[in-house]
């Protein structure tokens, strides 16, 4: 059986990947196991968000770097 | 302590005597005294507490394991003739229970005039003893009901905001924004015309190169002699209508991946730059930098100067705008700031500088004198008046050169003035037009009894003309020019100082504005990093602001609104492989692909889709990237899914989070199923 994305071990390593700010990063970790489904879904979408913004920043930065 | 055992437990219904709960008829019930909520939820707590003490416990006795099966069948009662009661009261069972309970009148509570306006009701706290109103007269007051409502609809629109359908919502929130490029208007057209300039050449470049590289195929026209005009016109009629940057990606025989590096990426580059430069908001960060970056490119590989000169101006703009700073007044201001750290100004280099200057002025404008002696000689009609003039010099006929001619013009002054006329009265009196050369005194010098120069006479030609004066006169001729010249020389050294030290200022403020352009080009990664660390924090706050920390006793989830879709409550539920099949998003991409193929064909992002998979899985990639938020679709990714094991693609990036882009995208359409709501 595959591990749900929801479980607490995934989420452990993406908000670890995400570049979060230690005091922020050390909330979300000591929050995560007291969450529910429906909290878990609203903390993906937020990391969602920052995935995102981190994708957006690799893109622009290696664009910038490579000058075009 | 709640005495369970006086209660039946008859299909989990609490006994009819019992006083606190009745569940008799209707009838029965009209003729009870009025149902006690308080009471009643109360008792709920109480057994609710005491079933979970006994659940807890461990080495149960039968006697316990007994009360605990009770008391679960007791509460299934309770509950069920409380949410009756509930409703029979008129009461919105669910906002009451979040909410919490109702107030307790023995306590000071809230009151308000009833005389006034609804909006301008003040609520009021007051004390048990100042209430003139009856606990079960008063309802829930209107404004904290509609508080009441607006904070249920707050939380259902953040609730439903958080799961919004449109996931190009999510994107444009995380991208590290910016309004829009600063820059003035005369110079956004300035470097829009400029990227457009360059894209045309782009154009013509490919056009010439694809018409190069198909000569084979092009025999109806006389491929050999066709001149670039030709070429590129040519290309460009062959595909009338249809967008060159788009056609770079579909021609060739295995020459496409050529084409794309060579002009295809660099047009894209371009147009993106262009876009973004005339968008009027929801710019990237990156672009100002990325724009910066290219035009310096385009600086360093060389131009004309005033193009070269005009392009800078605007970069200047550009980079000013970008970073909030006045370039030039803030170079000005650090090269004063140099300078004064010298101990030196303008008036004091002046003063240090002007007796060196002062020579070389006047050695510059002997010069320019001997230069037009010189001019003047060299026009005379023919050899024979050369020749005489060098006679009348004292020199030998025949060739001279220019030094040759200054030393004649020296000597024969020096013969007719002696050592009486100093070399720069000699140069005085040539600027005002004399010819010291052609001179000559007579009469005596001196005599006894008289001042000298009294009886001497000067004759001297000025222009053509011969003067003749007195030497005395012509000594305060001499001194007149000589004073008048100095000063000129003076002034003229001044100026050319002034002009020095102001263009060496100019120079260094232009240098350092030009560093700091140089430097604000390459500042585009730091700062977008900034701006996106900054704008990370932010959510990840706002977020954290939304869920404060929970209590371990006081569990938050008691206070949220009850789930608005009750699959979403159970945890590993939501997202799991073994729901793939409901996914469907090979279905999803099939719907779309065929919806918009027919109706797309000359319009909008999917303009150029075939009909053949294999050829639009690009199209669609990029329609993804855009409108979905979802990177990692890559063409293969869409063929896979279209085509494919589509459940391979899901599974794979399951098991890596680098791929969360792709999983949240799965998540979001498994959850709101847009190809059933024919919302995409």
């Keep these: 059986m595959e591990e749900s994305i929801l479980s607490n071990r995934s989420f452990q390593e993406l908000i670890k990947k995400l570049k979060i700010n230690p005091q922020q990063e050390r909330f979300l970790l000591d ?38 | 302590m709640v005495k369970l055992k006086k209660q039946k437990t008859m299909e989990g219904i609490p006994d009819q005597n019992e006083p606190t709960i009745n569940l008799g008829t209707q009838e029965q019930q009209l003729a009870l ?33 007994k009360e605990e099966k009770n008391i679960r069948k007791a509460l299934i009662g309770m509950n069920k003739l409380h949410e009756e009661k509930l409703k029979t009261a008129g009461k919105t069972s669910q906002l009451d229970q979040e909410l919490g309970d109702e107030p307790d009148w023995t306590e000071p509570h809230p009151t308000w005039d009833e005389n006034l306006p609804e909006d301008e009701r003040e609520i009021k706290i007051i004390s048990p003893a100042e209430s003139q109103d009856k606990p079960d007269k008063i309802e829930v007051p209107k404004k904290l009901e509609k508080e009441k409502d607006k904070e249920l609809e707050e939380r259902r629109a953040a609730m439903e905001a958080l799961h919004a359908p449109d996931v190009r919502k999510a994107e444009a929130e995380t991208q590290a924004k910016i309004n829009r490029v600063e820059v003035s208007q005369e110079h956004r057209t300035f470097i829009e015309n400029f990227l457009s300039e360059d894209i045309k050449a782009l154009q013509e470049e490919f056009a010439v190169k694809w018409f190069d590289d198909h000569k084979g195929e092009l025999k109806e026209i006389q491929v050999e002699e066709a001149q670039r005009e030709f070429k590129v016109k040519f290309v460009m009629k062959h595909w009338e209508d249809r967008k060159m940057e788009s056609e770079m990606r579909e021609v060739g025989d295995g020459k496409e991946q050529g084409y794309n590096e060579q002009f295809g990426d660099k047009i894209d580059n371009l147009l993106t730059l262009r876009h973004e430069l005339t968008r009027e908001s929801g710019v990237s960060a990156a672009s100002p930098f990325l724009l910066l970056g290219y ?60 007796v060196g200057r002062k020579k070389e002025v006047e050695e510059r404008e002997n010069e320019k004198l001997i230069e037009e002696e010189w001019q ?60 010291p050369y052609e001179a000559a005194i007579t009469g005596y010098r001196s005599f006894w009894g008289i001042p000298e120069g009294v009886f001497e006479r000067v004759k001297i030609k000025k222009g053509e003309e011969v003067e003749k004066m007195s030497a005395r ?77 929970k209590e371990p006793e006081s569990p938050a989830k008691e206070a949220l609104p009850p789930p608005l879709d009750e699959k979403l409550v159970e945890p590993k539920k939501s997202v799991r492989v073994t729901k793939f099949e409901k996914v469907m998003a090979g279905k999803l991409i099939d719907d779309i692909y065929l919806a918009r193929r027919g109706e797309g064909k000359g319009t909008g992002e999917l303009a150029g889709l075939t009909g053949n998979i294999e050829r639009d899985a690009d ?21 896979e899914l279209v085509v494919g ?36």
């Design chain 1, 31 to 68: 929050e995560l196991s007291k969450m529910d489904g429906k909290e878990r879904l609203e903390l993906l979408d937020m990391l969602i968000k920052v995935y995102e913004l981190n994708q957006e920043e690799a893109e622009s930065i290696e664009k910038l770097r490579n000058n075009l």
């Design chain 2, 33 to 65: 005294p009025p149902y006690d909520f308080d009471a009643a939820k109360k008792q709920i707590r109480e057994s609710e507490e005491r079933l979970k003490d006994l659940e807890g416990k461990k080495g149960k006795t039968n006697k316990e394991k």
């Design chain 2, 295 to 354: 035009l310096m490119k385009r600086i360093d590989n060389g131009m004309p100067e005033i193009e070269s000169e005009n392009l800078y101006k605007a970069i200047k703009d550009l980079a000013g705008k970008t970073m909030a700073e006045n370039i030039d007044k803030d170079a000005e201001r650090k090269v004063d700031e140099n300078i004064s750290a010298k101990y030196i100004n303008k008036e004091k280099y002046v003063e240090k500088e002007l």
């Design chain 2, 376 to 435: 003047k000689f060299q026009k005379l009609p023919n050899d024979e008046e050369r020749n005489e003039f060098l006679i009348h010099l004292g020199a030998k006929p025949g060739q001279i050169d220019k030094q040759q001619f200054k030393e004649r013009l020296y000597v024969s002054t020096n013969t007719a003035f002696g050592t009486n006329l100093e070399v720069k009265d000699f140069y005085a009196l040539m600027k005002d037009g004399y010819k």
């Design chain 2, 473 to 549: 006169a012509f000594d305060e001729l001499v001194e007149k020019l000589r004073k008048a010249r100095e000063e000129s020389f003076e002034t003229q050294a001044k100026k050319e100082l002034s002009e020095d030290w102001d263009k060496a200022r100019n120079s260094a403020i232009r240098i350092r504005a030009k560093n700091r352009v140089r430097q604000i080009a390459e500042l585009g990664p730091e700062r977008v990093e900034k701006l996106t660390t900054e704008l990370r924090d932010r959510i990840v706050q706002e977020y954290i602001e939304k869920h404060p920390k």
């Design chain 2, 619 to 639: 199209i669609l990639s990029n329609y993804f990237k855009k409108n979905f938020a979802v990177r990692s679709m890559t063409p293969k990714k869409i063929l």
């Design chain 2, 645 to 680: 094991d589509s459940r391979r693609v899901y599974e794979e990036a399951c098991r890596s989070n680098d791929n969360i882009d792709l999983i949240s995208w799965f998540a979001k359409m498994n959850e709101k199923k847009p190809w059933k709501k024919n919302k995409i």
